[in-house]
Every structure is written in structure tokens, then in C-alpha cells.
């Protein structure tokens, strides 16, 4: 189990895998209450430690969790600690741990009485297993969907869903029977609005959905983005943001898209890669709504189906997502704006200076070819009445002048000139012999 407000594991799990430490004095061989007899630590932590005690009239295995003295005096964690009996007890589903009694001891301590598991958590068995096969992995979400679906629906969130919570035991000839442990920092609805400081954040940062690293309000959504850290951790044998800070990891699970399972499982199937990713979007309204959506589309998948969830997104399964691309800044889209306006206003106005430049050159040329031309046109047209003006006479006659003068003087061979015939000639051709 964990310290909810640092995130630090205490391995507080009541099972026999733990190890059986040296318990502090005073307690160890004691018998609680008049039915409690201490027999061993089975782990502490920030917040607690956990014993495996008997009932005494019962003669039933059971586990204690005792505050630490120094914690009873902080009201905040003190609450935490009640809350956490509070929740789980009022929940009673089969994949809760139960809670059965809740005291103190002699020196204001205080504890509550729980089921002694017989198993091991789920972070041993991702260790043992590495990577596990699909089929076991779907069996242990599906009952965690259960279980949290439970205690939504009673209007408690966990908020610290981790494989360290997760116990897995043997019952009814069934393996992997699911146990959720630690409600600590679970937010109740109808429970006090705030246990905790402004700006803390709770939780294990590696299982914080988005919304918990930035210390924003969260609900129920924020166990679906747990859930899909674990299925993926189960399937993959790893997180999906890690880094060598508590501050990286936050940051990555707030902007940085996970890579898909398939790039580092191949055996992963694309229906269930396709489940978790959805679990896993930053934004919770793309998000699974509930547990029991997930459920049945765990349902479909372990039959060979695709997960049909409201607005199910597909995901290319082969390689990582591309990153997203910056936005463009309002600003920086006004300014280009403004400049392509000014680009556009400067040449349109060097093609105004170039065309007005153009027309003054042709006028004044008009200009200066004038009196050459009245000198002609004067001469054609001196028939002109006085109130003429010859230069628009001359202009608008120039053509038909021309014409009539083409006419008047057609162009013609110069005619063949035949010589006058001489006598002698003449009779030299009649009279060949002279």
C-alpha cells in the first residue's frame, strides 16, 4: 500500500510474501482489544504498519493496520487514514479488501482490522511474468473494472491505483483473484471537500492521470487512466512515461503521447493495444466514461473482437504516434497577414508608378513629333475653311488625303519606246539582195 501524499510505496500488503520483520516493541506477541494477538509485521510505511494478527475467539487469520503515533497527530492524515476504513468497508464488493473493525489503542493510536491475503501483489507478479500473456491480463483488468466500477458507483474515487494495490490470491479454484487495497486518498463525494494543502499533488506519479499531476479536481476518470497504466505495464512489462524525476514523469504524462504497445510488444493484440490507448488520452472526455464500457469491450477482446466504446479511436498500432505539432500563435498569424498586405500594396503600387510612368513618355513624344506633322498636313489641307483647326482636320483627313492621291497618280510601267523605221531599213527587208 502507499503514503497517498508522497507517492512512496509502503508495501503495505497483507500477505505472507513480505516477509516477516522485526516488529516494534510493544506490540509484537500483544493482544489488541482483548481479541487481537500480534504475531508479526508483515510491512510498514509512511503512514502505517501492517500485522498479521489472529482472532483470538475466532481463531481466524486477519491483518491490522496501525497508524504510526506521530501521524495521529495531524488531523489531515488522521482523516485520510478513517477515510480509508470508511470507503472500503462501504463499498462491499468481492474485489474490495474488507474491513471488519476500526479502534484505538492505549496510546491514542489508531487501526483497523482487514482480511489477511495469501497471495502476492501485482508488481511481483509483473516481475515473475516479465510481460503477461493477454489472456491473464485481460482476467486481472476485468476484475479490477469490477471492483472500481463498485466503488464509483458509491461515489468513491481510489486515486492511487497502482500494481503495489493490486493483490492477487487463490480462491474458489481460481488463480488471480483480484483484491484492491489502499482507499487512503480516495475522494469521497459526499465527504469533505478538501483533505488536503493547496497545490499538493496525490498519488504514485508513474499511475497520475494528466489532470492529477496538474493538481486540477478529478474524478472517476482518473482510476480509467490508472487502469490503462496497468494494462499496458502488465502487457508490455513497463510504464508508459518513465524518467530519472518525479518532475519528468509528471511532465511526460501530461504532454507526451505513450508509445504504442505494439512497438515494444508485438504480441499485444490491436484490439487491446486499441482498449488501452483510449484509457490512456490526456483529455478525459476521449476517455472511457465508465467502468463498465471498458469491461464489456474487455469482453470483446478476450473473444477476438474489436472494442466498440463510444468514439473508440483507432490508433496506427506500428509505430509511435507523430508528435503534435506546435499551434500557431494568433499574433504571429496577424503579422503575417499585415505583412502579406504590404507586400501586396507595394507592388500594386510600383505597377500604378510604371503604367503612369509609361503614358507620360508616350504624350510627350506625341508632343514633339507636332509641328513636323502641322507642317504636312498645312500643306494638304490649305483649302481648310478660317474657323477650322487644321491640326484636327489634318488628323482626321490624313487617311482619305492619301488615298484620293493614290488614285489620282497610279503607279504604271514606264511605256515601250519604238524607234521610227528608217528608209534604208525598210527597203534593206524588202530587198534582200541589195
Known sequence: MSDGATGVDDSEVSGPHSGVTKAPEGLLGRTIDQRYRVEALLGEGGMGLVYRVTHTRLNKPLAIKVLRRENTRDPEVLARFRREAESASGIGNQHIVDISDFGELDDGSTYFVMECLEGLDLIDAIDV????????????????????????????????????????????????????????????????????????????????SPEQCEG????????????????????????????????????????EDPIPPKVRAPQVSEQLEQLIMRCLEKKPDQRYQAMHEIEADLQRVHSGQRPIGPDTVTLTPTRP???????????????????????????????????????????????????????TVGEETAGLEPGDDPAIGAASEAPEAEARAARAKPVRRTPRQHAEPSPQHDQAILDPWK
Not at 175 to 199: E, H, Y
Not at 338 to 347: I, S
Open 129 to 208: 511474468a516479465r510481460r503477461m500473456p493477454e489472456e491473464r491480463a485481460v482476467h486481472i483488468a476485468m476484475q479490477l473494472c469490477r471492483a472500481l466500477g463498485a466503488a464509483h458507483d458509491a461515489g468513491i474515487v481510489h486515486r492511487d491505483l497502482k500494481p503495489e494495490n493490486v493483490f492477487l490470491i487463490r480462491r474458489n479454484d481460481t488463480d488471480d483473484f483480484v483484491k484492491v487495497l489502499d482507499f487512503g486518498i480516495a475522494k469521497v463525494a459526499n465527504g469533505p471537500k478538501r483533505l488536503t494543502r493547496d497545490g499538493e499533488v496525490l498519488g504514485t506519479p508513474h499511475y497520475m
Open 216 to 255: 486540477d479536481g478529478v474524478d472517476h476518470r482518473t482510476d480509467i487512466y490508472a487502469l490503462g497504466v496497468l494494462l499496458y505495464e502488465m502487457v508490455t512489462g513497463h510504464v508508459p512515461h518513465d524518467a530519472d524525476t518525479m518532475m519528468g514523469i509528471l511532465t511526460k504524462q501530461m504532454y
Open 321 to 375: 504516434p507523430r508528435p503534435e505539432r506546435p499551434r500557431v500563435s494568433p499574433i504571429y498569424l496577424g503579422g503575417l497577414g499585415v505583412a502579406v498586405l504590404a507586400l501586396v500594396g507595394t507592388m500594386a503600387m510600383n505597377a500604378y508608378n510604371d503604367r503612369r510612368a509609361e503614358t507620360t513618355s508616350t504624350s510627350l513624344t506625341a508632343s514633339l513629333a507636332t509641328p513636323e506633322a502641322s507642317v
